[in-house]
């Protein structure tokens, strides 16, 4: 099984212009998600995906491998798309361009999930994360996923789901993380499918595979990181990184 991990690049972002390109301990924020991600040892090949010049500039002048995108894309998922149409590959990992913090122990866990599935039911999986601070909740910067008895994704949102009507039911609330991992035709369906409105709405991709029947798997861990969209973002992974 061929795996390679596809990084989205965008140097423009509404909530922070040119995140991917500040400093983090000496080095940009996509250079280090882009050497965090090739440090796992999980995959054959890892490439940042972008339309950016400088973005791609960056990886190359460093060592790194990088794609640039042909066509503009609304979202990472069809930039990915775009980028493996042609590659010989079986599943595809995208990690997020803000996420320095990857790390092995959550991607293995991800990958794992389509060696046990042997009837290649799943068509993406994903990480979520335990969350019990009510201000990240109600976040709207923050996604949260529910979950079925067999952990495969009922629903993604910016609101607080489930909604707390009764604070006694015992509701566990879970942030979702930004790494997919796909099989390559999922992707490519992904491309080929027009946005509907909850996806529109909501503003959260992975909405499209449900509303047309894809099935998600969603992995609980326990590492959180430090997904960078905002300034403050920012200086909490400066901190951490020290």
């Known amino acids: 099984m061929k795996i390679i991990s596809m990084i989205p690049a965008r140097y423009s972002a509404s909530r922070f212009p040119a995140k991917l390109m500040q400093n983090l301990a000496g080095k940009t924020v996509i250079l280090r998600t882009y050497e965090a991600t090739v440090a796992t040892n999980l995959f054959d090949d890892v490439y940042v995906v972008t339309d950016s010049d400088i973005i791609?500039?960056?990886i190359v002048s460093n060592g790194g491998k990088a794609i640039m995108s042909k066509l503009e894309h609304q979202s990472g998922s069809d930039r990915i798309a775009e980028a493996v149409a042609d590659l010989d590959v079986d599943i595809v990992v995208n990690v997020q361009g803000d996420e320095p913090f990857t790390e092995r122990e959550s991607l293995s866990k991800v990958l794992e999930v389509f060696k046990d599935d042997y009837n290649k039911e799943i068509d993406l999986a994903s990480l979520m994360?335990?969350?019990h601070d009510w201000d990240e909740i109600s976040n709207p910067n923050t996604v949260k996923v529910i979950v079925d008895q067999n952990n495969f994704a009922l629903y993604f949102s910016r609101s607080p789901i489930p909604f707390p009507r009764d604070k006694e039911a015992g509701a566990r609330y879970f942030k979702h993380k930004g790494i997919?991992?796909?099989?390559k035709q999922a992707l490519l369906d992904f491309y080929k499918l027009p946005m509907q409105f909850l996806e529109a709405t909501e503003k959260i991709e992975c909405i499209r595979y449900l509303e047309y029947g894809k099935k998600?798997?969603?992995?609980e861990t326990t590492i959180e990181g430090v997904e960078i969209?905002?300034?403050e973002d920012l200086e909490r992974a400066k901190r951490l990184w020290k």
């Not at 997919?180 to 099989?183: K, L, P």
């Not at 998600?216 to 992995?219: L, N």
């Open 216 to 219: 998600i798997k969603m992995v």
């Open 56 to 58: 791609f500039n960056e």
């Open 180 to 183: 997919y991992a796909f099989r």
């Open 129 to 131: 994360v335990e969350i």
């Open 229 to 231: 969209d905002t300034p």
